[in-house]
């Protein structure tokens, strides 16, 4: 059991937590970096659209997972820390509330402040963000388009940062963004993996739970391959981005033959893989500088 006897904390720290502070850079900064790669200024959809992605965004992205995800939870024992809090049921129903408030206001003004192609864009990766872990839908309960939908949840800001910024969307910008679609199946599948038993005790299906511990990793290990070789394509400099899944691969590399019952060992790869996306988005920036400078 993941949750810790003692007091819990008041409603706005779960709300925080639940929000995973920690990765509020990971949706903000594709956005952000799209929509100024694209032509965008700072203005203020620039600003609306980043504050959005950064909290509001996470708040009812992980919000209603946690929510809807409660039983698995209380079975994880990685659960109760940076990577996801265990909601008390008594700010389930606020957190839901709070998930969709605090959201409708950034919605409503990146509407008006876009046309109908950016709307669509954002009406639809709104949809993905609901539909991977409300009832009825529960797109992460079904194997593959588990880790699709999640992929989306990093890559649909970008798309919308570019589309919003009425960006050529040419072959580069495709391969950019496939290739940081396939980057996002692999990371969402090897977080899956070290979920495989409390996942299976709580009756939720994933990629990780149908495939089984070794064909997810070395799946993992093919879509972080393809994902650096897609960049290739993109011409110089950006194809350097490329290089940046080389450490994903070593990371992942040893638990190519993990097995069921051993899948918990797979916990050390995704702390090494949150660890990881601090160097590669500083690494990032650094390419985007030079190519901003230099396009």
């Not at 009825?136 to 079904?142: I, V």
């Not at 960006?167 to 940081?180: H, Y």
Request: glycine share 12%; with cysteine; charged share 10%.
């Amino acid at each position: 059991m993941s949750v810790l006897s003692g007091p819990r904390p008041g409603t706005l720290p779960q709300l925080l937590g639940t929000s995973r502070p920690l990765s509020w850079i990971n949706t903000a900064y594709p956005f952000a970096a799209a929509y100024l790669l694209a032509g965008g200024g700072v203005d203020a959809a620039l600003l609306v659209g980043t504050v959005f992605f950064l909290v509001p965004y996470n708040l009812l992205m992980y919000g209603v997972n946690d929510v809807f995800d409660h039983e698995s939870d209380l079975r994880n024992p990685r659960k109760g820390g940076v990577e996801g809090i265990v909601l008390d049921r008594r700010v389930h129903r606020t957190t839901l509330w709070a998930a969709g408030l605090g959201s409708l206001p950034f919605v409503v003004a990146l509407l008006v402040l876009g046309g109908l192609a950016s709307g669509t864009v954002l009406l639809v990766v709104l949809a993905g963000v609901v539909g991977y872990s409300a009832p009825g839908l529960r797109l992460k309960e079904r194997p593959g388009l588990d880790s699709l939908t999640s992929a989306v949840h990093f890559v649909g800001p970008a798309a919308f940062g570019l589309v919003l910024a009425d960006g050529p969307v040419g072959a580069t910008a495709v391969a950019a963004l496939s290739a940081f679609l396939l980057w996002g199946m692999a990371s969402h599948a090897l977080g899956a993996v070290q979920d495989i038993r409390p996942d299976r005790e709580a009756g939720i299906g994933s990629i990780a739970t149908v495939l089984g511990a070794t064909r997810t990793v070395r799946l993992v290990l093919c879509l972080y391959a393809a994902a650096g070789v897609l960049m290739m394509v993109t011409g110089w400099p950006a194809a350097l981005a490329g290089l940046l899944v080389l450490p994903y691969l070593a990371s992942a590399w040893p638990f190519r033959s993990l097995s069921d019952a051993d899948s918990e060992r797979a916990h050390a790869a995704w702390r090494r893989f949150l660890r990881l996306n601090l160097l590669s988005g500083f690494l990032l920036t650094q390419l985007l500088l030079v190519i901003a400078l230099t396009g």
